[in-house]
């Protein structure tokens, strides 16, 4: 018996329990590390809205008797930059420098409707540059502001030219006694570098079709060709033109007193006359002389019986519109023409795609997708997830790569094979690339003022083999073939490879034709006339038929409903970025920005200001043939 008991195996303990209990430990550890994930970021929240309640301001309202102060900023633009939300609540709404007109044209609509706002207040101090589509939109705004019954007045210490065709809008002009009010035209103007390029041994290898194609001139000419300034001069001409019927017709003054004071100034001027701002007010583009510490009573003095004086409530732009920007913008269409579809919605949504700045491409995550610059093809590609009813595709942009602006045509032919029709409306600029992208729409509208064309295609490469056998350095080896494709900046680029690329230019430049063809229903021989690369300001792009009519971003969208049927519609601003609930509520409780130092706002601005611009300059890359408009100023 004990020999059996001792024999006897120890029992050993099932593993199934050793298994579920290494389960449940784990199940307990990860609620543990939940749980207290959970704490500290409640406890981070927590701490937050305490410390944005000790910091708090005043929550942005509009007050009772207020005085609406329009101030751009340096430029302005159809779409404001994206900004990481958090960023721009640290930093302030002006991060960019820019201002957005969509934004601007729907406060001034929203205050010209509210009885708190008495008075607009325009100081266009900051304003470096707008364009004349941009002026008549805001313009448009401002007459209806007008119409309201409020008055508008503007003043600066000094006028510069785009400060005064902004402030030209207004009822009363006001300037500073020791001020001054400057013109100075329009030009259309780059600098040439071919003799330091071969001062410095840099070859500029250019391949381009289109004679007209301008933007290699400055690396291969000391000066602008005639063909190319030929071309120029009636466009220049025109927009100086419109520029002085628009001073004109805001100050209801000859059209010779116009062209006196802006072309003539220094002959108006008298040795025994030494105060500029006279001559202002006596031709009839000042209305009063004053300071600036005399400005607010002046201002109560002319609109006095409105209620204003120096007590008045001041509300920027810029502020007025967070009280308003998540409301809908719901319109009601316009009876549709015959050749237009009956209205037969009730209601729908049209989406505003912004086609913005120079339209590069890169490889998506994937490195099988071309995304665009401009966020145009993900927007696109959103609009028909979302079954919207029309698009109207905004266009200010001067081209850019053929490859990205061929990706963002092709989503559009993928919006209208879905039956959605897709309107162009183009901005300031809707050239080369610009009008790659826009020639298959439905419908195209342009201002007079918009400059388009440019149907032509470049490729540049410098190469430095010549700087580096001056210093010593050459460049030598076994290859496999001397017909092969191989670009190397470092040797020059062999015949055959000149050939090659010239041959890519070329093939892009025929298609350009071709989609320009297709889009437009011109024969290919006939685009061929009107494009070389040859630019064309709205007017004129309607003569050639390049667009359907001329309008204002208005009247787009009011094509775009009747197309679609709508009676009334929905106007949704893709890329339109708004912060979230949360961040709403933080930024309304909170004044952040005084915590931070003008001196360093200034300096994270400068960092990303030109962080973007080295960003956009490194999207340039050798090899790629480019369809971009070297001329398409503001003034």
Same mark, same amino acid.
């Given at each position: ?14 593993? %199934? ?34 410390? &944005? ?42 991060? #960019? $420098?820019?201002? $957005? ?9 929203? &205050? ?37 019954? %409020? ?6 210490? @000094?006028? =510069? ?8 809008? #207004? ?26 390029? !071969? ?105 006095? =019986? ?6 008045? &409530? ?25 050749? $237009? ?39 696109? *590609?959103?609009?028909?997830? !979302? ?13 850019? =790569? ?15 094979? *879905? ?11 809707? #050239? ?21 064309? =440019? ?58 034709? @071709? ?12 685009? $061929? ?28 969208? !009011? ?7 709508? %009676?009334?519609?929905?106007? !949704? ?39 973007? @611009? ?22």
């Amino acid at each position: 018996m004990n020999d059996q008991i001792e024999s006897s195996p120890p029992k050993e303990k099932p593993k %199934k329990m050793n298994i579920l209990r290494r389960i449940w430990r784990g199940i307990a550890s990860v609620f543990r590390f939940l749980r207290v994930s959970a704490a500290n970021i409640l406890l981070v929240i927590v701490i937050i809205f305490i410390f &944005a309640f000790l910091f708090s301001g005043p929550a942005i309202k509009v007050e009772p008797n207020s005085v609406l102060v329009f101030s751009p900023n340096q430029s302005l633009v159809e779409k404001r930059p994206n900004i990481n939300p958090w960023f721009e609540l640290l930093l302030g709404s002006t991060i #960019a $420098d820019v201002t $957005d007109v969509h934004d601007v044209v729907a406060t001034l609509r929203h &205050a010209a409707k509210n009885s708190r706002i008495l008075a607009l207040e325009i100081r266009p101090d900051s304003l470096a540059g707008v364009s004349l589509v941009h002026l008549n939109l805001i313009g448009d705004a401002l007459k209806t502001f007008s119409e309201s019954g %409020k008055p508008i007045y503007a003043y600066s210490d @000094e006028f =510069s030219q785009s400060a005064y065709l902004l402030s030209s809008f #207004a009822d009363v002009v006001y300037m500073n006694k020791l001020g001054a009010l400057s013109f100075s035209g329009l030009a259309f103007e780059s600098m040439y570098y071919k003799s330091i390029l !071969e001062k410095l041994d840099i070859t500029v290898n250019t391949f381009r079709s289109g004679e007209y194609k301008s933007a290699v001139e400055p690396f291969l000419l000391d000066a602008m060709s005639d063909i190319v300034r030929e071309s120029y001069r009636p466009i220049v001409d025109q927009l100086w033109r419109a520029i002085k019927e628009l001073i004109a017709t805001n100050r209801d003054l000859e059209p010779s007193t116009v062209t006196q004071f802006t072309e003539g100034f220094a002959d108006l001027l008298d040795p025994s006359r030494s105060k500029l701002g006279k001559l202002a007010i006596e031709h009839g583009f000042v209305d009063e002389l004053i300071t600036t510490n005399t400005l607010r009573a002046a201002v109560s003095q002319e609109f006095g =019986s409105d209620g204003l004086d120096e007590s008045t &409530a001041r509300i920027l732009t810029e502020d007025y519109f967070h009280t308003i920007k998540d409301s809908r913008d719901v319109r009601i269409t316009e009876e549709a023409t015959a050749s $237009d579809a009956p209205l037969t919605k009730r209601g729908g949504t049209i989406a505003v795609i912004t086609v913005e700045g120079a339209i590069f491409g890169w490889s998506g995550g994937d490195g099988s997708q071309l995304v665009d610059s401009t966020g145009a093809v993900e927007h696109l *590609q959103l609009a028909i997830k !979302e079954n919207v009813d029309a698009v109207v595709l905004r266009v200010n942009s001067p081209g850019g =790569s053929v490859l990205a602006s061929e990706a963002i045509r092709l989503q559009v032919e993928a919006v209208k094979k *879905q039956g959605v029709p897709v309107v162009v409306s183009m901005s300031n600029t809707a #050239a080369s690339g610009g009008y790659w992208i826009s020639a298959g729409a439905d419908r195209i509208l342009a201002s007079d003022s918009t400059i388009t064309g =440019s149907i032509g295609v470049f490729s540049m490469i410098p190469t430095v083999e010549e700087l580096l056998q001056r210093v010593g350095v050459n460049t030598d080896g076994v290859y496999s073939s001397d017909g092969h494709f191989r670009i190397d900046q470092t040797s020059g680029i062999s015949e055959s490879e000149g050939k090659i690329l010239q041959a890519s230019v070329d093939d892009a430049y025929d298609t350009f034709l @071709e989609v320009v063809s297709n889009g437009r229903s011109i024969p290919k021989a006939e685009v $061929d006339v009107i494009a070389g690369g040859r630019i064309w300001t709205g007017l004129q792009a309607l003569e050639h038929g390049l667009v359907d009519s001329l309008g204002s971003y208005d009247d787009a969208l !009011e094509v775009a409903a009747n197309l679609a049927g709508l %009676k009334s519609y929905v106007v !949704e601003r893709y890329g339109f970025v708004r912060r979230p609930p949360f961040m709403n509520l933080l930024a309304q409780s909170s004044n952040w920005t005084p915590q931070i130092t003008p001196e360093s706002q200034r300096l994270m601005k400068r960092a990303r200001n030109t962080w973007l @611009e080295v960003r956009d300059h490194l999207a340039i890359k050798p090899r790629t043939v480019y369809a971009l408009c070297q001329f398409c100023p503001d003034f």
